[in-house]
């Protein structure tokens, strides 16, 4: 996130370390801790449709988030709300708002066993050209999200077992068409169930030995005529998890997964599943970050229920001073349109760099560089993008 801190696993490394003095308590309200931040950006953005002719425009962001959580160290409470307001100087078609609210709670209900839910309710706004849908259409593609997950932990000594459920609805919102209509996304529409169970064997008190099977199933929710994407889906995955040595972090899962579709129209898949993600802590200055994983996303093409799409992402995070931190990012993404033999590979290189001016108040600025190459069926466009951003983040 920009001017944000990064996803690592310790808060005593660069790129994420601790400053007791730079940072703002939550207030209290009784039981209750309240945090909240505001970041106000503004920048360039070279290739606002992200089309072969690029169009640029100017865009002011606005990023406000809050966070309430319960001060108990027996139990777990917390809310949290956060949105993103974005607005384009000539090209309106592009404004948006996003929104997210999060919570989670959790409880001992024995020495050994425990409960954990959390739930999701958000908007979100899809890149354009990133899911094969329309590329006339006049505005980018936006959709719904609701979600739930349930899970039971017991912790056996060395041996932790958790067995969870996870339910979740997404439906898409109607997109306006290049002659003046409207462009129904329904067919998109999917909801979901299922559970996973998960063993963890502690090898050492820092590194454990990790072991899934998890089941789902999906349905449409208002499918076109033909196009029903129901489908389910297993899997199994070992992995290890934790400190390989006290510099190297590890989370590593591979596995098989398979994925068979009710529908004969739409292509089944079976094969191999991974998630890699690997810190190092280079010196007290420097973090690099190792990320790679490989997933299945929503479609936008009728003809294609699904996106298979491999990633892998390469981070460095170095903080010459208490003040000052620099952090610069590598990804690739390859999606694979499998029903109709088209694949499109985008990279993605980006350099932030923030100073603290006191407590309360950062200043940011970013420099990225984005391009998709497109082999096959042109279900999206091949495009490149450069832009540029500043902006302040305020904690009160």
């Known amino acids: 996130m920009f001017g944000g801190v990064p996803e690592l696993s310790r808060s005593d490394v660069a790129g994420n370390r601790s400053e007791p003095d730079l940072e703002v308590a939550p207030d209290r309200f009784g039981p209750f801790l309240l945090a909240s931040r505001l970041a106000v950006i503004t920048g360039y953005d070279g290739n ?31 809310l949290s709300v956060s949105g993103r307001l974005r607005r384009f100087a000539n090209q ?25 839910l959390s739930a999701d309710l958000a908007r979100r706004i899809e890149p354009r050209s990133s899911s094969g849908g329309a590329l006339d259409a006049r505005e980018p593609a ?15 000594g060395r041996l932790q ?28 529409d999917m909801r979901s169930h299922g559970a996973k169970v998960r063993l963890a064997y502690d090898l050492s008190g820092f590194l454990s030995v990790v072991a899934s099977i998890a089941g789902e199933e999906h349905a449409s929710i208002r499918p076109a005529q033909g196009r029903e994407r129901d489908f389910r889906e297993s899997s199994v995955a070992l992995g290890l998890e934790g ?11 591979l596995g098989y997964q398979d994925r068979n579709y009710g529908n004969a129209f739409y292509r089944d898949f079976a094969g191999a599943s991974f998630s890699v993600q690997a ?20 479609s936008g093409n009728p003809e294609v229920p699904a996106i298979l799409e491999d990633t892998l992402a390469i981070s460095a ?14 990804e690739m993404r390859w999606d694979r349109y499998r029903d109709v033999a088209s694949e499109a590979r985008r990279s993605r290189i980006e350099l932030q760099v923030q100073y603290r001016l006191d407590r ?37």
Request: charged fraction near 20%; charge should be neutral.
């Open 317 to 330: 995070y170095y903080d010459p001073t208490r003040r000052l931190r620099i952090s610069g990012a590598m």
């Open 279 to 298: 810190e190092w802590y280079c010196t007290p200055l420097l973090t690099t970050k190792l990320v790679a994983s490989r997933a299945f996303r929503n």
């Open 92 to 116: 309106e078609s592009e404004n948006s708002e996003e929104f997210r609210l999060a919570g989670r709670s959790g409880l001992p209900i024995t020495n050994n066993l425990s409960f954990a």
């Open 142 to 156: 936006s959709y719904d999200r609701i979600s739930a997950a349930p899970i039971l932990t017991f912790d056996l």
């Open 48 to 78: 606002v449709f992200n089309t072969p002719a690029a169009r640029s425009d100017g865009v002011l962001l606005l990023t406000p988030e809050m966070a309430l959580s319960l001060d108990d160290p027996r139990r777990t409470l917390a």
């Open 161 to 188: 077992l958790q067995a969870g459920a996870g339910y979740q609805r997404v439906t898409f919102n109607p997109l306006a068409a290049g002659d003046g209509g409207r462009l129904s996304q329904a067919f998109r």
């Open 360 to 396: 309360h108040v950062s200043v940011s600025g970013q420099l990225y560089r984005t391009q998709q190459d497109v082999s096959g069926a042109r279900l999206v466009n091949p495009y490149t993008s450069l832009g540029a951003g500043v902006g302040i983040v305020w904690t009160p």
């Open 243 to 253: 400190e390989v040595t006290p510099l190297f972090h590890v989370e590593l899962a």
